[in-house]
């Protein structure tokens, strides 16, 4: 057999996707994986994570991402429940499909839960965002990262000091490769594709002479549970944002915790003014045509951190901790946290023209994907016919 035919021959590569900020680094490397020759054979797995229209199909219409395989249909639940139910369905996929190795992306609860079901089968798994870290165990994400970064095969980075973070946790330097960071694949993809702000607001019900985005606007997303999740801390932030608006109009787009959260705390009055606008989540080409057009980003999402590093948009991030150094040492990002003086000094310094300009990571380049492909590749025939290799 042939070298390349081994591939073809030993199962498919398995790529599990869960939620939302999965779906922008998955659709570049099932690209990459269908553009080699021999194409890497690979079975998309959705475990359902997310499930609204607006979550979920929506962002695979965006991304040109092809219909699932299998959609295990997880739905929502409290973190154990949903871990485990991502685990007990995971299962016998992976004894009906004999993939050759398992691929997950970022940090959500989807990306642990398969990891452990695949690890504990013997077969290897390859984590793609490896080595990110917040140093923040209250966020589920963190306790995601670690565990995934220890018990995984091959953990392909987005920066270099991913490998510092690895290596201190005693993970063998030779386990890990830096390859860049798959979600600006999708951001230089799609970038000519990106909806004009002004098709968008007013799709979304806000005529120019309500809502002008032509005159300036910020871009505004919440959704972490430390920010959303209680009434003490959505409040403050809302009525900073609320009074942000009075100088710069905001669109927020919200995340279905964040929109019922306002709605069981009866904060609805803090983001009724004429210069906020309440917006569902949005669409991939939505939110880059918005991002890409706004004076500013106030988010505490992890993805949008990088995204506007790699437009050149400043933004300001609601959280005390980032696991992106890299977007605030070398890019456009500054940690504001959730204290009112430090959001509006920050929000002064970028309206007064002195906000970060930054520049582009190292391979940030739109060739994330690519790169994976062929490690992968390589790896997996070495894995499988040493004697070929
Ligand atoms: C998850 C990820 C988070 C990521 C975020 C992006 C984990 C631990 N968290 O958080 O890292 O930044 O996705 O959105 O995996 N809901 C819906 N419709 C949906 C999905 C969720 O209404 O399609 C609501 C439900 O009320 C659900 C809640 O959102 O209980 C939270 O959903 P969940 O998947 O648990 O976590 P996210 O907050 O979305």
Redesign the pocket.
């Known amino acids: 057999m042939k070298r390349d035919q081994w591939l073809s021959a030993t199962g498919p590569v398995l790529c599990v996707v869960?939620?939302?900020?999965n779906f922008m680094k998955m659709a570049p490397i099932l690209r990459a994986f269908a553009a080699r020759t021999p194409p890497l054979p690979t079975l998309l797995v959705h475990t359902g994570?997310?499930?609204?229209a607006?979550?979920?199909d929506r962002l695979f219409v965006d991304l040109r991402l092809p219909v699932p395989d299998l959609n295990l249909e997880v739905?929502?639940?409290s973190?154990a429940v949903?871990t485990a139910e991502v685990m007990r369905r995971f299962e016998p996929v992976l004894e009906t499909h004999r993939p050759s190795c398992v691929l997950v992306v970022?940090?959500?609860?989807?990306?642990l839960a398969c990891t452990l079901v695949a690890v504990k089968k013997y077969i290897p798994v390859a984590h793609v965002e490896a080595g990110l870290r917040s140093f923040d165990r209250s966020m589920?994400?963190e306790i995601?990262r670690v565990l995934t970064d220890q018990i995984a095969d091959l953990l392909y980075t987005t920066e270099r000091a991913a490998h510092d973070n690895l290596a201190r946790e005693g993970i063998d330097a030779s386990r890990a490769h830096f390859v860049g960071n798959v979600m600006i694949d999708s951001l230089l993809a799609s970038r000519t594709l990106a909806i004009p702000p002004q098709e968008t607001m007013r799709r979304g019900g806000f005529e120019p002479s309500a809502f002008d985005v032509d005159a300036g606007f910020g871009v505004v997303t919440l959704?972490?549970?430390s920010n959303v999740d209680r009434e003490e801390t959505l409040g403050p932030l809302l009525a900073v944002l609320r009074d942000v608006s009075e100088r710069l109009p905001l669109v927020f787009a919200l995340?279905?915790?964040t929109r019922?959260n306002i709605d069981r705390f009866g904060l609805g009055e803090l983001v009724s003014g004429r210069r906020m606008a309440m917006l569902p989540?949005q669409g991939y080409l939505e939110m880059l045509g918005l991002m890409s057009a706004a004076a500013l980003v106030l988010t505490d999402?992890?993805?949008m951190q990088e995204e506007t590093t790699a437009l050149g948009v400043p933004c300001l991030t609601l959280r005390e901790n980032t696991e992106r150094p890299i977007t605030v040492l070398q890019g456009t990002n500054t940690l504001v946290g959730r204290d009112p003086g430090a959001i509006t000094r920050a929000v002064d310094e970028v309206l007064s023209g002195r906000g970060k300009r930054g520049r582009v990571p190292e391979l940030w380049d739109g060739r994330s994907a690519e790169r994976i492909a062929a490690h992968l590749a390589d790896w997996l025939v070495r894995r499988h016919a040493p004697a070929a290799a």
């Open positions: 869960g939620a939302r900020p994570q997310h499930y609204d607006d979550m979920n739905g929502s639940g973190h949903q970022g940090d959500v609860n989807s990306t589920p994400e995601n959704h972490r549970p995340h279905p915790r019922a989540p999402s992890g993805g």
